[in-house]
Structure formats: structure tokens, C-alpha cells
């Protein structure tokens, strides 16, 4: 049978029972984004104080490294790498789900309060209980994680919908965000700027139990994202047209916001609070896939892209000086995300 | 077409109804059924609690008491896909995602007959291009649904609960935002899809005489309570508009199609002291 109309320009496979549906420009922006990933990783791996040629990387990489580059690869760039990537995917997921559950282009993990509670949290275990780096992302998780359940405890109210949950959400952040300026203030001048370090968001020193936090949420929530991106799909025609199809409303929302909040967590106790790429991120995909939907995985490549271009960046672009990759993020992803915005012809 | 509705009956009705939103109780005790093969409209005056009924019948809503049955099954009965596979509703504030095609927003509608690996299948597609032809959208396909007019968008609302195949359709205002032009437009399309489809309709509208052209089966409502059902011509009369409504009128017959038209008495002969009376304190 040939195809009048799919709902989207795209492919679809079937075979006797079953039946695939692919978005051809998502495919292609995805395939796209993945091999940019691979280049920057490989540069990455590659540049330094200690220069290693492409081929060489590759070589190493492949197991068939010197003693020299396998220390400096395997010991010193790629877990920092990694960190960037996982961190940067499980962001940009979390963003694209959040933005599809509030139908709001600003939607992202602080709409929940989810951001500022992890600050909270961090700069709480940071300033009372001890400065290493495992208390601090201990810290940033249980503050988020609670932060994110009183948020919607709140909106709950015989099921809740999502304006209310972005008042609510916005309230608490409000009120968390004047509490991380007191906790700075009342701190020790050095201990308050190694705070505001972490709070800005930094790859600097992150081994392979960084990476690994990140990347098992999104070897895990990526595809409960994706299992869930249908029903998004549905939840963005609102409640009632939403429930009339089929969809159970409120326990797909909280599915949503549970996998999103897991997402920003693992990320934010990997790297710091850089909730800019779970904005920016699904945003950029979004204008280049024109797909309808949350699009969790073209955002997903778009958010480790961006976080491992602004590392990239970070550390070797401005000169001696390594600033924060939160900092260069938001100006990088920032800027093209304004551009990108008066370039379009409508906003939003 | 083994999903095809017309080996379902679509026998909808509610009894003892309590409805409501938190502690605020819109209708008590409600019993009410929908005659299988009808075009059934509900009015009321504002705030008469003819919307919340629509959503129990359609099961948004749940009762804070009594029970609505379909096909002699309770509707908390049903699993949640396959309800949706016996009615349809397209509820008052729907609003479509930014950017989202005509096509896609249909397509959309076919959610009740996929699953994860079964995402697009030859009978989605017919459906879907049979509800567009239906309502007449088909060459609006890939426009996006935030660029047509709001009666065009209407017509794509209903392609897309058309795609649903259902037995019943339930549209809770469909006409309201339109001009008069589209309001005709979009009812006259309910009316074909009530007679060729042979679908049940239940719809709730504002304007009488629509509802009196339109309706097979009205229903009225006031203060929550059914006041009157029945064929237009014996339900609508002066009395009744008068008591539910508040309102002064005369009552004439059509002259294009023979059914009651409410026509509201004139300012001067009106008793200003009986509008506010008992019209503005319901």
C-alpha cells in the first residue's frame, strides 16, 4: 500500500503485525549529532599539553596504545570526556521531557525546583558536613530529589496539571534560591567560592565514578524516556483529549517527572548544576529535527554535544586560564540559541 | 474493518450521578440516557452543570457517586485504550502542541489501537485518511494546525476523533469561538457524521435554535438537574425557556426546517423585574 499521508515525513516498516515509524529528518539530525560527538570526543582525546595525533588516539583506543598515551587517554581525558558526554545526554533528555510535559519551551528540571534544591542540597553538605566531592553530589541528589517530591506534593490536588506544577515549582525555587544566597554568605570566604565553583558547574578532576553516575542513568532512564515518549506525544494535546485517548494521565506524568528528576540528578551530581544545557539542548535539536514531540534522543545527543564542545572549550580555548564548562556552556549554547531564535520566523 | 463500530451498540447511560470538582457539588442524584443512534444535545443556562455531565458520560470525570454504563459495562470497568476504542470526546479546551501538522494532529487519534512496536499500521493509515476526507481536511494535511482558521481547526479536531473510530462521539462545544458561518459548517458536519456514520453524537451547545435544528434527542438542564428531554418540537416551549433560561420569548417554527426557533420577546414588552427575578439569581 502506498503512503498518502504519514503522519510525519518519514519511513515506516511493517511487517505482519508490527509496525515502525521513522521520522526522517530526526534519523538523519540523530546520525548527524552522533558523528559530531565522535569528532569532538576524538579531538578531545587528542589535544593538550601532552599532544597525541588522531590516528594515534584511535590506536590507543583500540588497545593499541603506547605507555604514554594510554595513561594520558584512558587516566587523565577520557573519564573527564565521558562525564562530559553522559552528564550532557542525561541533561538534555531531562530538559526535552520537561519541555514536553509543560508544553513550554523554558520547561526544564528548575520548573520542579529541582535545580536550586540540588544547589541547596550541595551547598548544605558542602558547607556543614565536609567538602569532598562524593558529599556534595550526595548532597545536590537529596536536595533535588526532595526539592522535586514537595514540589509535586503540592501541585497534587486530585492529580495535578502542569501550570500549576510550573507556579508551584517556580515558588520553591524562588524561595531555595534566597537560602543558597544566605548559606554563601554566612560561609568562609574561600569555602563560599569553591561553593560557587561547584554551583556553576565544573569537569575539573572527575574519574570514572563520575562518568559512572551519569552514565548508568542514561543506560537506564534513556530508554524508559523513550518508552515513554508516545505518551508525551499524547499529554501535549492536554488532559482531558489526553485521557479520552487512553492515556492514564496522572501516572504517565509522574513516569515523566520521576525518569526527568532521575536524569537531572545524575547529571548534576556528576558535573555541578548545569541546567542550561536542559534548556538550551532540546531547544536546538527541536529547530534542526522540526519533529513534533519531546524528542528525548536528538536532544540527548545535542545535550553531550554541547556540554563536550564547552569542555573542549573550557580547557583549552582561553588560554592558561580553564573557566568552568557551565560558563562556557551558557555562553555557547546561549548564543546560539538567540540566534537561532531570530533567525526563525515565529518564535516559541 | 474489525475495528469499525458498527457491531458495537454504544448504549451509554448514567445513573445516580453525583458530580462535582473538590468540595463543590454540581449535580446530585442525575440519571440520564443516551438513545443508541441519536444526535443528543444538552443545554442549559451557564454553570447548569451540562459540561460536567458530558465529561462523567465520557469518563474524564469520575463520579463522586453513581455510575455511567456503556454497553452494560460500568466505564471504570473498562481498560483505558479500550474505551477510548468505543467513544470518542473532544473536550472544550483542546489546544494542539506548536508547529504539529494537520496530519499529525489526526494521526493522533489512532493512539488507541497502537502500541510500542505496533506504531503505524495500514489500518492507522486508512482511518486517518478517511477522517480527513470525512471532514474535509485532507488538502489542509501538511499545514500546520496553528496557521488555519478556527473552523478549520475545528474540522481537524473532529478528523482526529473521527480517527478513533468510535460508536459515540462526545463534543463539548464544538461551536463556541466560531462565526456563524463555521458554526453551521462544523454542526452540518456533525449531522452527516450522525447520519452516514450511524454514530451516536452527544453534544453540548449554547445556541437553542441549533440545538433544536440539530438535535434528535435534547436534553435540558438547569441547576444541575435534567429539567426536560425529548424530541426538540415537544421539549422547547415558551414555558421552558422561559423557567430554565429566565428569558421572555416566542416560540415559532423554523422556516427552513419546521423546528422550534426561539425568538426572545422584544426589550419593551419584556418585565425587566422577572429577568432579573428569577433568570440572573439561578
Known amino acids: 500500500m502506498t ?23 530526526s534519523v538523519l539530525v540523530g546520525l548527524a549529532l552522533f558523528g559530531l560527538v565522535v569528532a569532538v570526543g576524538l579531538v578531545t582525546l587528542s589535544v593538550g599539553n601532552f599532544a597525541i595525533s588522531i590516528p594515534d588516539t584511535v590506536r590507543t583506543l583500540l ?21 562530559a558526554l553522559a552528564a550532557g545526554a542525561a541533561f538534555g533528555a531531562s530538559g526535552a521531557l520537561f519541555q514536553s510535559l509543560t508544553r513550554n519551551p523554558l520547561g526544564s528540571p528548575d520548573i520542579i525546583g529541582f535545580t536550586a534544591g540540588a544547589s541547596t542540597g550541595a551547598l548544605s553538605a558542602f558547607l556543614l558536613i565536609g567538602t569532598t566531592l562524593q558529599y556534595v553530589a550526595t548532597g545536590a541528589i537529596i ?64 574519574n570514572y565514578s563520575y562518568a559512572a553516575i551519569a552514565g ?6 534513556l530508554p524508559a524516556a523513550l518508552l515513554l515518549h508516545r505518551r508525551c506525544l499524547m499529554l501535549e494535546l492536554g488532559d482531558a483529549s489526553a485521557r479520552a485517548l487512553g492515556v492514564p494521565v496522572e501516572r504517565s506524568r509522574l513516569a515523566v517527572v520521576a525518569v526527568g528528576v532521575g536524569l537531572a540528578a545524575a547529571a548534576t551530581a556528576s558535573v555541578g548544576p548545569i541546567a542550561f544545557v536542559a534548556l538550551a539542548a ?67 | ?53 458530558l465529561k462523567a458520560l465520557s469518563g474524564i470525570v469520575t463520579p463522586n457517586d453513581g455510575t455511567v454504563v456503556l454497553d452494560g459495562k460500568e466505564l471504570s470497568r473498562y481498560p483505558a485504550k479500550a474505551l477510548a476504542r468505543k467513544l470518542g470526546l473532544l473536550p472544550q479546551s483542546a489546544s494542539a502542541p506548536d508547529a504539529i501538522t494537520v496530519v499529525d494532529l489526526v494521526s493522533r487519534g489512532r493512539y488507541p489501537y497502537q502500541r510500542m512496536l505496533r506504531q503505524w499500521s495500514a489500518e492507522d493509515e486508512e482511518a486517518v485518511t478517511s477522517a480527513m476526507a470525512a471532514t474535509g481536511v485532507t488538502d489542509l494535511a501538511d ?48 449531522a452527516d457524521l450522525h447520519e452516514q456514520g450511524g454514530r451516536t453524537l452527544v453534544a453540548v451547545l449554547h445556541d437553542l435554535n441549533h440545538a433544536a435544528r440539530y438535535a434528535t434527542h435534547l436534553i435540558v438542564m438547569s441547576q444541575g438537574a435534567i429539567v426536560a428531554e425529548g424530541k426538540p418540537a415537544e421539549v422547547l416551549t415558551e414555558q421552558l425557556v422561559t423557567d430554565v433560561f429566565g428569558l421572555q420569548c416566542q416560540v415559532i417554527d423554523d422556516p427552513q426546517t419546521g423546528t422550534p426557533m426561539v425568538v426572545p420577546a422584544h426589550r419593551r414588552s419584556r418585565s425587566r423585574e422577572f429577568a432579573l427575578g428569577s433568570g440572573l439569581a439561578s
Not at chain 2, 500546520?144 to 479536531?157: A, F, M, N, Y
Open chain 2, 1 to 53: 474493518m474489525s475495528n469499525g463500530h458498527s457491531d458495537h451498540s454504544g448504549d451509554l447511560s448514567g445513573s445516580g450521578l453525583t458530580l462535582g470538582y473538590d468540595r463543590r457539588i454540581v449535580s446530585r442524584d442525575l440519571t440520564v440516557s443516551i438513545p443508541p443512534g441519536s444526535f443528543t444535545v444538552i443545554i442549559g443556562p451557564n454553570a447548569c452543570g451540562k459540561s460536567t455531565l
Open chain 1, 282 to 348: 532540546p531547544q536546538l535539536a527541536r529547530r534542526l529535527t522540526t519533529a513534533t514531540g519531546p524528542g528525548v534522543l536528538p536532544a540527548a545527543l545535542m545535550g553531550a554535544l554541547l556540554l563536550s564542545v564547552s569542555d573542549l572549550i573550557a580547557q583549552h580555548g582561553l588560554g592558561e586560564d580553564q573557566a568552568p564548562v557551565g560558563v562556557v556552556s551558557s555562553c555557547l549554547g546561549g548564543g546560539y540559541l538567540i540566534w537561532m531564535l531570530s533567525r526563525a520566523r515565529q518564535g516559541g
Open chain 1, 63 to 83: 588497545g593499541n596504545g603506547s605507555v604514554d598515551t594510554d595513561y594520558v587517554i584512558f587516566e587523565r581525558r577520557l573519564p573527564r570526556l565521558l562525564t
Open chain 2, 143 to 190: 499545514r500546520p494546525v496553528d496557521e488555519l482558521s478556527g473552523g478549520q481547526r475545528q474540522r481537524v479536531w473532529l478528523a482526529m476523533v473521527l480517527a478513533q473510530q468510535t460508536q459515540l462521539l462526545l463534543l463539548d462545544e464544538p461551536t463556541t469561538f466560531l462565526d456563524i458561518a463555521h458554526q453551521i459548517d462544523v454542526l452540518d458536519l456533525c
Open chain 1, 143 to 206: 536536595g533535588g530529589l526532595v526539592s522535586a517530591a514537595v514540589v509535586y506534593g503540592l501541585a497534587y490536588r486530585r492529580g495535578t496539571n502542569s501550570y500549576r506544577l510550573v507556579l508551584i515549582g517556580v515558588a520553591v525555587q524562588l524561595l531555595l534560591l534566597s537560602t543558597n544566597t544566605f548559606l554563601l554568605m554566612r560561609a568562609d570566604v574561600l569555602d563560599a567560592q569553591s561553593a560557587s565553583w561547584w554551583l556553576v558547574g565544573s569537569l575539573n578532576g572527575r
Open chain 1, 3 to 25: 503512503l498518502t499521508h504519514p503522519p510525519a515525513p518519514g519511513a515506516v516498516w511493517r511487517r505482519g503485525n508490527l509496525s515502525v515509524l521513522l521520522h526522517r529528518r
Open chain 1, 216 to 221: 548508568t542513568a542514561v543506560v537506564l532512564l
